[in-house]
T-cell receptor, first 114, second 115 residues
Framework: DSGVTQTPKHLITATGQRVTLRCSPR?????VYWYQQSLDQGLQFLIH???????AKGNILERFSAQQFPDLHSELNLSSLELGDSALYFC?????????????FGQGTRLTVV | AQSVTQLDSQVPVFEEAPVELRCNYS??????LFWYVQYPNQGLQLLLK??????LVKSINGFEAEFNKSQTSFHLRKPSVHISDTAEYFC?????????????FGKGTRLSVIA
């Protein structure tokens, strides 16, 4: 158990809908990262928050947004869903910003868009 | 920017045989190097990492990786694999003075251990 909790574990929804994925980082971790894992693209970095502030953006679509709340949990919002958004979405947390710090991953949310 | 290439997408190997999973990276700055493992239906777990010092790093379950700066490689090896090693393995890098830079992953290598 990494200590990072993601809910829900599975989500099936229709095209055009909006969903929210939730991540609770390990106790004391200030950094939260979101990644998308698909068969063709591998693990793609989406966005990084540190102590409530957005710190870096990767290949995140405009239809996607995220935030980190004062209690440090984070939510990833996906809207106007398309079939191609079906993927495994991971959240990872780490205690600091330094490059050597280990990132701990949750078990992911598997999103299926039908 | 950094990039990671894992040359083999799938590696089948018989139980108790040795295995090497290859990883090459590209970066204009010094990097830290990581191997993560993903077992079926689970998240990624850190297997081992190279930060500095000895270029050979080892994990608790018999894997080892060697950092080769001249060849920009960080290959993962195990002298004798077990069925339980069946998983997907990801190589990742992160700049030494990164601050905000996230881990950059390779596309992964699926290791299948055959009985």
């Amino acid at each position: 158990d990494s200590g990072v909790t993601q809910t829900p574990k599975h989500l099936i929804t229709a095209t055009g809908q909006r969903v929210t994925l939730r991540c609770s980082p390990r106790s004391g971790d200030l950094s939260v990262y979101w990644y998308q894992q698909s068969l063709d693209q591998g693990l793609q970095f989406l966005i990084h928050y540190y102590n409530g502030e957005e710190r870096a953006k990767g290949n995140i679509l405009e239809r996607f947004s995220a935030q980190q709340f004062p209690d440090l949990h984070s939510e990833l919002n996906l809207s106007s869903l398309e079939l191609g958004d079906s993927a495994l979405y991971f959240c990872a947390s780490s205690v600091a910003l330094t490059g050597s710090t280990e990132a701990f991953f949750g078990q992911g949310t598997r999103l299926t868009v039908v | 920017a950094q990039s990671v290439t894992q040359l083999d997408s799938q590696v089948p190997v018989f139980e108790e045989a040795p295995v090497e999973l290859r990883c090459n990276y590209s970066s204009s700055v010094s990097v830290y190097l990581f191997w993560y493992v993903q077992y079926p239906n689970q998240g990624l777990q850190l297997l081992l990492k190279y930060l500095s010092g000895s270029t050979l790093v080892k994990s608790i379950n018999g894997f080892e990786a060697e950092f080769n700066k001249s060849q920009t490689s960080f290959h993962l090896r195990k002298p004798s694999v077990h069925i339980s090693d069946t998983a997907e393995y990801f190589c990742a890098v992160r700049p030494v003075n990164s601050g905000n830079t996230p881990l950059v992953f390779g596309k992964g290598t699926r290791l299948s251990v055959i009985a």
